[in-house]
């Protein structure tokens, strides 16, 4: 596996909601190194979704930075690489960033090739036939080439997963975002979704993974966040985190979900 | 022409017209069928333009009314509540004798036979009382597609005008087009409305032939027929369009 810098730094991360009384994110420091698959596990509510969206800025946190490769986003401004001032073009860096959700989020007006290459086309000007024919290879390789054509509901909750993984990863992203992507899914159907997140891994895709397959983050995971109440608890790797847990919280909860 | 000559109050107080429906009344309808063709055209050109003109507007004030800027947003709020608070035909008289009293306005015949000062009012009164309500309509379409997909657009990169064009709005015309039909349907009953300032549609002819032949049940179920004919084919065309656009959405 690749590791040659971070792609993401995370520093002191702050999502406060009611003013603060809530607080969603704590003060979240981290590194995301390129070619990390990177999975946060916590028990719900313990912010961890509220941590991936907002590397994209999905949501937008209340203070702290993000510096995606380089540029901190949460800021109105960016520098050039000439040292000028610009504004900054978020959706410029989102395009870096492909985002896989736990309810698909495919578009059910468009077919699943439309899907895949509204954005290429729309977003970084690609020709339509290049983009399809990159589309069709991408389909091709989760086994979907045949359904092109289809529209997404008529596809199942694993197939509709898998076409929007290669949605996202049509648009070359530098890193792959998965908020919870088998939980709404039906048992049976985890594991196909989980079987094109380990080859994508394989592959050496930089990957921020949050997921209750405990599996997952095992087998595939080069290192563990366990987070709590908008805390990052404790990291390291799976051996770390699953065989020698340090905190108390971190013990309890894998006491349960092992 | 005064519009007082032709105000429902007239036809109301006029009692000495015969109320009777009689073959002979009509075949003196007959004799004003070019009238009826004229208004025909009048009520279809002030429905179709209204229809235009008061879904760009709406789609305006909905985009108003839920983008991120205040003022625009209270605006456009303010805007929609006067317009479905207040009666149609002030509205018209107020764009007509107010806002349209002082310009003088060419008077020239679109097709041969609609008084362009006429119906230039009629066109812009409708299109903004039908704008408000079409806004509404617009703003519940957009709020009703769930916000995963506005996410997922712009994850992939897409602008929020990207987002609204090619996701969002696509998705929310189709929930809310039987609405919409409704409101297209609305539009050309109410286009009868603009009689009252002299613009010659359907009601315009009723009451011509009201005036020079003395029958008045005659003619009225003759327009009757004229906007039951117009209505009709418009709602069960809109219900086609929505079959199509449905395709995405059934197995």
Redesign the interface.
């Known amino acids: 596996m690749v590791t040659n810098g971070s792609l993401i730094r995370v520093i002191d991360l702050k999502k406060y909601y009611n003013k603060g009384a809530i607080k969603a994110l704590d003060g979240v420091t981290v590194d995301v190194n390129r070619g990390d698959v990177m999975v946060v596990i916590g028990p719900s509510g313990s912010g961890k979704s509220t941590f991936l969206r907002s590397l994209?800025l999905?949501e937008q946190p209340t203070s702290g930075l993000i510096i995606f490769d380089g540029v901190d986003i949460t800021k109105k401004k960016e520098q050039t690489p000439d040292g000028k001032w610009v504004r900054l073009n978020l959706?410029?860096h989102?395009?870096k960033?492909?985002?896989v959700?736990q309810?698909f989020?495919?578009?059910?007006?468009?077919?699943i090739l439309d899907n895949m290459t509204?954005?290429p086309i729309?977003?970084?000007h690609i020709p339509q036939e290049a983009a399809e024919k990159k589309a069709l290879e991408l389909l091709d390789r989760v086994g979907l080439a045949d359904r092109a054509q289809a529209?997404?509901?008529?596809l199942s909750g694993g197939q509709k997963q898998r076409v929007?993984i290669v949605?996202?990863l049509a648009?070359s992203p530098d890193v792959m975002l998965f908020d919870e992507p088998t939980s709404a899914l039906d048992p049976e159907m985890v594991g196909e979704v989980l079987d094109v997140m380990t080859e994508l891994a394989r592959e050496g895709m930089t990957m921020v993974v949050v997921t209750h397959e405990m599996g997952f983050a095992r087998e595939v995971g080069n290192r563990v966040l366990f987070m709590d109440a908008g805390k990052l608890v404790e990291q390291g790797t799976p051996d770390d985190i699953f065989n020698h847990p340090q905190n108390a919280r971190l013990q309890d909860f894998l006491s349960k979900v092992l | 022409m005064s519009f007082a000559a032709f105000s429902p109050r007239t036809i109301i107080r006029e009692r000495f017209v015969p109320m009777k429906l009689t073959a002979a009344g009509f075949e003196k309808v007959l004799k004003y069928a070019v009238m009826f063709r004229d208004g025909l055209v009048c009520t279809l050109s002030l429905s179709a333009l209204t229809v235009i003109l008061g879904f760009i507007l709406a789609l305006i004030l909905a985009l108003c009314r839920l983008g991120k800027f205040k003022p625009l947003n209270i605006l456009a709020s303010v805007y929609v509540e006067i317009f479905r608070a207040t009666p149609m035909l002030v509205q018209l008289f107020i764009v007509y004798y107010v806002v349209f009293g002082g310009i003088n306005l060419p008077s020239f015949r679109l097709f041969g036979s609609i008084r362009f000062d006429r119906f230039l009012p009629g066109v812009v009164a409708l299109s903004l009382n039908s704008g408000a309500y079409l806004s509404e309509i617009i703003r519940s379409g957009i709020q009703s597609i769930?916000g995963?997909?506005t996410?997922?657009?712009?994850?992939?990169?897409?602008?929020q005008g990207?987002t609204m064009r090619?996701?969002v709005l696509?998705?929310a015309i189709?929930n809310i087009l039987p609405a919409i039909a409704n409101e297209f349907v609305t539009i050309i009953k109410e286009s009868s409305i603009c009689y009252t300032i002299g613009v010659q549609e359907i009601m315009y002819a009723v009451a011509a032939v009201k005036g020079a032949a003395y029958i008045i049940a005659e003619p009225l179920i003759v327009a009757t027929a004229l906007y039951f004919c117009l209505t009709y084919p418009t709602s069960k065309i809109i219900a086609y369009f929505e079959r199509r656009?449905n395709?995405?959405?059934?197995?």
Do not use: C
């Not at chain 1, 989020?105 to 077919?111: G, S, V």
């Not at chain 1, 529209?151 to 008529?154: C, E, F």
């Not at chain 2, 395709?247 to 197995?251: A, V």
């Open positions: 994209n999905m959706d410029l989102r395009q960033m492909g985002m959700f309810h989020n495919l578009f059910p007006h468009m077919t509204l954005a729309k977003v970084k529209y997404p509901i008529q929007a949605r996202a648009m | 769930d995963g997909q996410e997922a657009a712009r994850s992939l990169g897409l602008s990207l090619y996701i696509p998705q189709r656009m395709r995405g959405h059934k197995r």
